[in-house]
Each structure stands twice: as C-alpha cells, then as structure tokens.
C-alpha cells in the first residue's frame, strides 16, 4: 500500500496583486486557517485537531529572498490542493499562470479549486475571461468544480471551498452553518 503524502500546506492561493483579487485572497487566507469544524462533525468522523492546518499565501509566507521563484515552487509541490482566485485581472497574469502550470504538471487537476469573483470562465471575449490560460486549456478536455461566489453567495462559496479541501460532504457542512 501507497503511503499517503503529507503536506506542508493544505492549500496554496494563487492570485494576481492587484485590489480584488488580493483582498479576496487575503479574506479566504484568514477565513481558512481561522476555520474549525464543528464539534459534532469532529466527532461524527473522528477527526481530532484542526482540519485546515495551513494555507500559503506569499504576502505571508515567503521569506525575505531575492529569488521568489524557489520559494513558491517549493510551496507548490508541497500543497495539497491549489486554489486559484479567477478574474479577468488574474486571467492576464504570467504568475497565476505559471504556478497553475507548475502545479498541474505535478498533481491531479482534481486539486485544482477555481475560486471566480469576477468575469466568465471560458468567455469568447478576453476582457471578460477569468481563466487563466493554462486552466482554459484543461477546461477543454476535462471539466473543473469552480466556486463562483456571485452565483453560490459569499457564505456558501466558502463552506464550498472548506468542504474540498477537508473532503466533507458540503450538504454536511452547509446544514451546520445553517444552523
């Protein structure tokens, strides 16, 4: 039997520095490492501890270096899942772009979590696409599970994303919420 990997980080937020897609990036950061289960679901499935341990986010993880490209291959290899915050800023970026590549290459696209806050994904028009390119060109061949929060609402893009990246069923979690 395969040994099952350990991550440094459960999750590596991709996105482009520019007013939306950073401060949203910033929100989910602090959202998802703030984040703890409810007890009852803890002791339904025994799980002890806290369920999303660590996500990287480079304004808070890279160290002082000149050479940032180490340091987030590093974290992209040692990451569980991606999540991709998509607009048509993040679409345009070489950044967003290459680390989706990098992490593609390396893992599943199934880990792969588009997170839309603004734009279309696979729009014919540029100005509107919030793909990435390298996304684009899966999306052809395979379909991916984007969270997009103008149609599911910030609250239920969230317990999307937690219930991903902890592998609980949504329903489950989004119920708990509720409550």
Not at 34 to 48: A, D, F, R, T, V
Not at 61 to 76: K, M
Not at 117 to 123: I, K, L, Q, R, S
Not at 144 to 166: P, Q, Y
Request: aromatic share 10%; net charge negative.
């Amino acid at each position: 039997m395969e040994k099952k990997k350990e991550y440094k980080y459960d999750a590596f937020i991709s996105y482009r520095h520019c007013d939306l897609d950073k401060f949203v990036a910033e929100n989910l950061h602090k959202i998802l490492e703030s984040y703890e289960l409810p007890k009852n679901i803890k002791e339904q499935l025994g799980i002890e501890g806290r369920s999303i341990k660590r996500v990287f986010r480079d304004q808070d993880e890279l160290p002082l270096s000149s050479n940032l490209e180490d340091p987030i291959v590093d974290a992209l290899h040692n990451t569980k899942y991606l999540i991709v915050i998509c607009s048509p800023n993040s679409a345009k970026s070489e950044w967003v772009n290459k680390e989706l590549e990098y992490f593609i290459r390396n893992r599943d696209i199934s880990y792969v979590i588009p997170f839309i806050v603004d734009g279309t994904p696979n729009a014919e028009d540029s100005q509107i696409d919030c793909f990435p390119l390298a996304m684009r060109n899966i999306s052809k061949e395979k379909e991916l599970l984007g969270i997009n929060i103008h149609e599911s609402g910030k609250e239920s893009a969230l317990v999307k994303t937690i219930s991903r990246l902890t592998n609980i069923s949504y329903d489950m979690l989004w119920q708990r919420y509720n409550r």
